[in-house]
DNA sequence: ATTTTATGTCAGTCTTGTTGACTTTCCAAG
DNA sequence: CTTGGAAAGTCAACAAGACTGACATAAAAT
C-alpha cells in the first residue's frame, strides 16, 4: 500500500445519478437504485482483484500467467477435453490458447493425445505434475473463499452464487448446469 | 458461439478432492465443500466476463480498453480526485494509469488541473464529453446487473455484495466502505 | 540547503489477446 | 474414387496493457 495506507479518494462528493433511481412504488425496489448497482459494480471489481491474487503469486514464480491458471483448472475439471471445448469454455483464440498448451505440454504439465475416433482432435490430460500444480493453485484460492463463505455465511452465498449466474451469458449458465447435474 | 451452440466439455468426469470435503460435523457446512467452492469460483470467473462484456463493445468502438474505463469510472465517482488516489485504487503502476490518462487528456475527456494547495499534485475531471462516456459505459454495465438483480432478488443481493466484499483484500473493504458512509 | 514527495517520461520486457496463412484430417457430393 | 470444403490445430507477426528501471521536474517538508 501506500503511505498513508488510507485510501482517500479526494473529496467525498458523489455523484447523483438519480434519473433511474426515483423509486417507482413505495416498496423494496431500492436495491435497483444506479448508486446500489455503482456499489456492486466495484464490489466485484475489487473482489475479482482479490480472487486471482493468490494464484498469481504462485503462478509468477513459475512465470506462468492466469491463462495457464485457467487452462489447468479446466482440463483437470474435465481431463480428456478437447482444445475446441476449452476454446468455448475459455472465450479465446484458438491461437492465444494454444500458444499456452504449448509451454504446459514442453513444462510435461499437459498431456495432448491424438483423437482415438477424429485424429484431428487433442484431447488433453494432466500429468502428474499438472495435477499438483493445478492443486496447489486451486488451494489457494480455495483458501480465501473458504474464509469469504465462511464469514458470509450460508445464505450469503447462496445469493451470491445466484446473481453470478444471472450476470454470466446464458450459454455459460447452461454450461455450469450441464455440470452440476453430472457431478 | 461455436457451431453446436453447446458446450460439452469432455466426458463429465468429476474430480473427487474430497480431502477437505469431510462434512466435519452433521450440520450445514456442506457450503463449504471444495466441490461447492470450484462451483463459486468457476461462477465468479464467467460472470466477470459477462461484467465486463457490454462496456467492452462501447470501449472496441474508440479503441479504448478496460483500463480506460476503470480511469473515467472513479474519475467520475470522485471528481478532483489525484493521480495518487487513483494509483491506489487501480493497483496499476503509474506508467501504466499515466498513458491511459494521457490519451484520455489528449481526447478531451478528463482534465488535469495542478493542484490549488499543492502544485505538484494533479486533479482530475471529466470534460462533458468524458462524462457523456462515463454515462454510457456504466448504463450498459448497469443494464445486465440491474437485470441480474431483479432476477436474483433483493436477499440474493445482500448475500452477493457480502460475500464480495469478504473475497477482496481488507484495504479495498475499508475504502468501499468509507465511500458508503460518505455516500 | 537537502531530502522527500508527486508527477511525468523514455525505453524495454512480458503476458495474452488479436488476425492471417498454413497443414492435416475428415467427410460428403459428384 | 476423387475432390473440395469444413474442422482442428499450428506457426508467425502484431497490439494492448501490464511491468520494471532510470531519469527529470517541481514543490513541499525538514
Known amino acids: 500500500m501506500g503511505p498513508s495506507d488510507e485510501i482517500v479518494i479526494g473529496p467525498n462528493i458523489m455523484q447523483e445519478h438519480r434519473h433511474s433511481d426515483?423509486?417507482?412504488s413505495g416498496e423494496g425496489l431500492l436495491f435497483l437504485t444506479d448508486d446500489q448497482l455503482r456499489k456492486g459494480i466495484e464490489a466485484m471489481f475489487f473482489a475479482y482483484r482479490g480472487f486471482t491474487a493468490d494464484p498469481d503469486l504462485i503462478l509468477e514464480t513459475l512465470s506462468y500467467g492466469r491463462a495457464h491458471h485457467?487452462?489447468?483448472h479446466f482440463i483437470c475439471r474435465s481431463p480428456g477435453t478437447t482444445v475446441n471445448?476449452?476454446?468455448d469454455i475459455l472465450g479465446v483464440t484458438k491461437q492465444s490458447l494454444?500458444?499456452?498448451l504449448r509451454t504446459l505440454v514442453n513444462d510435461g504439465l499437459v498431456e495432448s493425445r491424438i483423437g482415438p475416433q477424429d485424429k484431428r482432435e487433442r484431447h488433453l490430460y494432466l500429468t502428474e505434475r499438472g495435477r499438483q500444480l493445478e492443486q496447489e493453485l486451486s488451494e489457494a484460492q480455495r483458501t480465501r473463499m473458504r474464509a469469504a463463505y465462511r464469514a458470509?455465511?450460508?445464505e450469503a452465498v447462496?445469493?451470491?452464487?445466484r446473481v453470478l449466474e444471472h450476470i454470466m451469458d446464458p450459454q455459460m449458465r447452461k454450461f455450469l448446469k450441464h455440470m452440476r447435474d453430472g457431478g
Chains 1, 2 share one sequence.
Do not use: D, K, S
Open 22 to 24: 426515483l423509486p417507482i
Open 70 to 72: 485457467r487452462a489447468v
Open 85 to 87: 471445448n476449452l476454446l
Open 98 to 100: 494454444n500458444r499456452v
Open 152 to 154: 458470509a455465511g450460508p
Open 158 to 161: 447462496q445469493g451470491f452464487r
